[in-house]
Nanobody
């Protein structure tokens, strides 16, 4: 079992910054990729950023140049630094991890965090 705990959400004014954290715990053999998604009310889930085990990163066009995803392998933690926030960034942000819990099976599974609310006021 792998559990994800997110933190760092809150209320900020447009132009402000927030740093989200997501820490994986439990039985973990390896983490292959970590992602941040977001979902605003009435809208579909959107992939925001991805970081692989090789530290390759990808971003949604809407956040390029403003958001930075990073990871601390020793802590099994992924971060999302969000700068120059806009009202349209308002959403629940979810951590998503592709991980292997068993060294025997080597089976990858997807795990989700509980979500953290980010609200950007105009």
């Amino acid at each position: 079992q792998v559990q994800l705990v997110e933190s760092g959400g809150g209320l900020v004014q447009a132009g402000g910054s927030l740093r989200l954290s997501c820490t994986a715990s439990g039985s973990i053999f390896s983490i292959n990729a970590m992602r941040w998604y977001r979902q605003a009310p009435g809208k579909q889930r959107e992939l925001v950023a991805t970081i692989t085990s090789g530290d390759s990163t990808n971003y949604a066009d809407s956040v390029k140049g403003r958001f930075t995803i990073s990871r601390d392998n020793a802590k099994n933690t992924v971060y999302l630094q969000m700068n120059s926030l806009k009202p349209e960034d308002t959403a629940v942000y979810y951590c998503n991890v592709l991980a292997i819990a068993s060294s025997l099976s080597r089976m990858q599974r997807i795990y989700w965090g509980q979500g953290t609310q980010v609200t950007v006021s105009s």
